[in-house]
């Protein structure tokens, strides 16, 4: 079983559209749960970190966490054709951070 | 106000050769992490570091991979004789603290090309 899983997509949703993007792992001790962006050859970019059971909601970006699930997700509003990049769930494990293998989403005008 | 710097950004190794990864943290940041993509794929944990101590080094291959975070200077990850299969792109993170797993910030990378 992976430690953190994550659907590859492409996930396509059209402008202005909610993107709802899902998470799961498998360490039941992690604290911390984060949600980065990466553009086509880029580096990864921190969008969103969550440690409480909840929402938590910046801008257009809502993250949700539900430790007894084991699940995170993170939702765009508004989705702009800028967004399309791969949305990589991170969940910190001890000392580290592992990582997804991402969610690519797609929005298209 | 610089952020996590890497360099070269672009690195290209025949088989056979060595590759040196560099890696200074941002102001104020004493723990580097290296990761490792692969095309289309994941980040991979390779090694966590602090000044002059390896802390987890799980994520390394056992033979020709690297690390060090020196006194003075910056973390250096070291590729000894590089295969095709090393070839992708190497990041490097850093962050002010671990408790409570702070997020990272990440430099640019390295894309290292064996050929």
């Known amino acids: 079983q992976k430690e953190v899983e994550q659907n590859s997509g492409p996930l396509s949703v059209p402008e202005g559209a909610i993107a709802s993007l899902n998470c799961t792992y498998s360490d039941r001790g992690s604290q911390s749960f984060f949600w980065y962006r990466q553009y086509s050859g880029k580096s990864p970019e921190l969008i969103m970190f969550?440690?409480?059971?909840g929402d938590k909601e910046d801008g257009r970006f809502t993250a949700q966490l539900n430790k007894a699930s084991q699940y995170v997700s993170l939702l765009i509003r508004d989705s702009q054709p800028s967004d399309s990049a791969t949305y990589l769930c991170a969940v910190g494990s001890s000392d580290k951070l592992i990582f997804g293998t991402g969610t690519r989403l797609q929005v298209f005008p | 106000n610089a952020g996590v710097m890497q360099n070269p950004r672009h690195l290209v190794r025949r088989r056979g050769q060595e590759a040196r990864l560099r890696c200074s943290p941002m102001k104020g940041h004493s723990h580097v992490y290296w990761y490792r993509q692969l095309p289309e794929e994941g980040l991979k944990f390779m090694v966590y570091?602090?000044?002059?101590?390896?802390?987890?080094e799980s994520g390394m291959p056992k033979e020709r991979f690297s690390a060090e975070f020196p006194k003075e200077g910056p973390s250096i990850l070291r590729i000894q004789q590089v295969v095709r299969g090393d070839s992708a792109a190497y990041f490097c993170?850093?962050?002010?603290?671990?408790?409570?797993?702070?997020?990272?910030?990440f430099g640019s990378g390295t894309r290292l090309t064996v050929v």
């Open positions: 993170a850093s962050s002010p603290q671990t408790k409570r797993g702070y997020g990272y910030t």
């Open positions: 969550i440690y409480s059971n």
């Open positions: 570091l602090q000044k002059e101590n390896i802390i987890d």
